[in-house]
């Protein structure tokens, strides 16, 4: 079974209406673990060898994050400034992540329509989260494609629950060794 490692984060949980909601919906789930960061580093004092020891532990890791100025939030960036290392990481002989898959799960404020050339944002998300691909590449691991939640903000809440019901039959698919694809 493939092991999947969710670091999440959300700065402000108690006011969030969908990944709130699909949280719950992984809890226990065999094979994946969900590790929240802000919950566990509410200071960001990140304990970098723990966070190295659970990405040795998974094959596939996603950062689960609302989409904040067209990237992530702040825990995120902290997470890869500090676990990153270099000679771990990245360089000649940093290769600990060598092989395994690595990938976004996003929700966004705007609709789909807003995002690629034509949409007001003019470029799509995939180009946006081009810094995290390019990591991927320099640490030799594989990015995937991105998992998108778009236009949360008038999202209903049987909408919610139908994003919930694929989100957790998605992971299911990665787990039993399929791909991310929406
Ligand atoms: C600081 C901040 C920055 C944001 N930046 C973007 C953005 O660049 N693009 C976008 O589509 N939505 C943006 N949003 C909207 C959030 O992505 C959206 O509210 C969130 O994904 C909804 O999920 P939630 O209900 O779990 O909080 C931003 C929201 C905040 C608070």
């Not at 094979?31 to 990140?46: A, F, K, R, S």
């Not at 970098?48 to 960036?77: C, G, N, T």
């Not at 470029?123 to 081009?130: A, I, K, R, Y």
């Not at 949360?152 to 698919?173: D, F, H, W």
Request: net charge negative.
């Amino acid at each position: 079974m493939t092991k999947i490692l969710i670091l999440f984060a959300h700065p402000a949980l108690e006011k969030s209406r969908v990944q709130a909601a699909l949280l719950p919906a992984i809890k226990g789930m065999q094979g994946v673990t969900l590790h929240d960061l802000y919950e566990v580093y509410p200071d960001l004092n990140i304990d970098v060898r723990h966070e190295q020891s659970l990405l040795l532990q998974h094959d596939i890791i996603l950062f689960q994050h609302p989409f904040y100025w067209y990237s992530a939030p702040a825990m995120i960036k902290q997470w890869q400034d500090l676990v990153l290392e270099h000679g771990w990481a990245y360089g000649s002989t940093g290769t600990a992540l060598r092989g395994k898959r690595i990938g976004n799960i996003i929700t966004t404020g705007g609709q789909e329509s807003s995002y690629g050339k034509e949409g007001w944002n003019h470029h799509s998300v995939e180009d946006f989260l081009l810094p995290f691909k390019q990591t991927a590449t320099l640490c030799n691991m594989q990015y995937m494609p991105p998992y998108i939640i778009y236009g949360t903000l008038r999202i209903t809440p049987s909408l919610i629950q139908e994003e919930v019901v694929a989100y957790r039959r998605m992971l299911e698919e990665l787990r039993d060794g399929k791909s991310l694809t929406q």
